[in-house]
């Protein structure tokens, strides 16, 4: 009952807070963290029951999700000493949207395949009352851009995440509605991955393969994002002709140069290893470039900068491990790896919640022999090629 409360509560919780921003924030807040909240206490008690009742039911779980939580708050533990425990506007909501959703997820819930399936349609019908209500209809959303946040970025982002399950539940119902509001919304960078992720799904790639591919573009992409600029620049010396080029990245380029003249310039070497702490990136976007801009645009500097070289590490070991896992989770990471370049999903809750619980599908018993040597079943798994 209560895990079918969250799978109602929590997407729900998420389409209530862009429908009433407007009138009530304080109200907005409590529909989209309280949710949140919920889970993170809901996650503890499982965890609690598990480790005092039946310890045994944790061995052979898959360690992906407590290491995640576990990793964060080590991460985030060091970047504060590092910046000498600065706490800035923003850095404080941004740990805990992202601690709280890490143990939420980490908690070892016995969910099957039949809880992803209801939590994915909750959050597609959700989003689509979202857009009716914000816009008239779902069709009346921007193709290019979006004309709200909420429907832009969230519609945008979480969705081709529930399209990447239903394609490997082979679920069409879910497939055809997932797919249409993706494409409603038009996140261009979210499609762009979305398109990627499902060309080299179809390529027989076993675990080293798909971790390799991860580790490369992950490390491409981080020099790509530190060094736009200078890539703009030879492209242009080039090819002369490309003086367009600098709008595909909106400005971009400029922007990744001041950044990382600025940050390089006032921090030092603790701070370029461990990062300045939680909120600083935003804080620079803020001071450097428009107070209306909040945030880096960039998920690659944003972790760099917040969390430094061992959080980017971090986090890029997270998805090539996912990638191992089997062939939705290198999707997951392969989307991850790709949206990171344009945008903040690293700190957005409704994508965090449906990426992670899509990572989730593995959290369970990795043989079933592992229990039933102690004389327990193993929960139905989904049916994903591993």
Known sequence: MIQLLIILLVPVGIALQGIIEDRSRALSNVFQYGPIILLGVYGLACLAASVVKEPKRLIGRNPLMPTLFIGFALMTTLSLMASNLATRPGGIRDTLIVGVTLFGVAAPFRWTSRHFHYFVWVQCISFAVLSVIRNGSPTSLNLI???SPWEHHTLGFVLPV????????????LMALSGLLSVLAMKRIAIIALIAVLILSVLPLSKKPRVLICLVIG?????????L???IEVVQVLWPESKDFRDLFSGRGPLVATVRE?????TGMAAVIFGNGP??????????????????HNDY??????????GSIFWLSVLARLAAISKLTFCLALYQLIVFTTDNTFVYYPHLVAFYLMAKLHDLPLRSESLSSFGLRSPGLPCLAR
């Open 145 to 147: 851009e979006g004309y």
């Open 162 to 173: 529930c399209f990447l399950y239903a394609y490997f539940e082979k679920s069409i119902p």
């Open 219 to 227: 490390v491409l992409m981080f020099l790509v994002s530190h060094y």
């Open 229 to 231: 600029d200078l890539l």
């Open 262 to 266: 600025k940050a390089y310039s006032e």
């Open 279 to 296: 909120g600083y990136a935003s804080k620079l976007a803020v001071e450097l470039l428009s107070a209306d801009l909040k945030h880096i």
């Open 301 to 310: 500097i944003r972790i760099f900068l917040d969390y430094g070289i061992f």
